[in-house]
């Protein structure tokens, strides 16, 4: 791993029944996310705009100041139209309970998740805590309160 790059320890428990399910890793030496696998039991089949919630098998420990953003895989989103209802979704440092994946299929087609499927990444990242101070007036910008396309479509 190179010097320059901020490395945390994610420690990791798979739950009882899935010992077989591989922990999260990262498929290739500049990859962003850790991908993450399906602890389906068999087979779940996806219909075409239905949602479910997948398990991993897995819940994590991160230290606190970190978080693991859950997003989906671009992959599955191209070729299936397969993604994620809450992406990202955030794991917080003090969540210990089961990572469960809401995927949705947009596809046309049903969609197949088998035991051990890379179905999600999980990305960690640091987190700042917010001092919430409310004021009379914020200090005026050239955008002010424009939004929603108010600098054009294009």
């Known amino acids: 791993m190179s010097d ?4 945390v320890t994610l ?3 798979r739950l009882k029944g899935n010992e077989d399910i591989a922990l999260p890793s990262y498929e290739t030496e500049g990859a962003s996310g850790l991908d993450l696998r399906a602890a389906v039991n068999g087979e779940v089949t996806l219909r075409p705009g239905e949602i479910t919630l997948v398990p991993t098998g897995l819940a994590i420990s991160l230290p ?3 978080e693991a953003q859950v997003r989906p895989r671009s992959g599955l989103a191209l070729k ?6 809450n992406a990202p979704g955030t ?3 003090d969540y ?3 990572i469960g994946i809401i995927l949705i299929n947009w596809g046309r087609e049903p969609f197949v998740i088998k035991r ?10 640091r987190v ?6 409310e004021v009379e007036r914020l200090e005026p910008t050239a955008r002010g309160g424009g939004g929603f396309g108010h600098s054009g479509i294009r």
Do not use: C, K, N, W
């Open 116 to 125: 051990g499927d890379r179905i999600a990444q999980m990305v960690i990242t």
């Open 91 to 93: 794991v917080d440092a």
């Open 80 to 85: 299936y139209g397969v993604g994620m209802v």
């Open 11 to 13: 420690r990791v428990q």
């Open 64 to 66: 606190q100041g970190y």
């Open 128 to 133: 700042s805590r917010a001092e919430v101070l």
């Open 96 to 98: 210990r309970g089961e």
């Open 4 to 7: 320059s790059l901020d490395q």
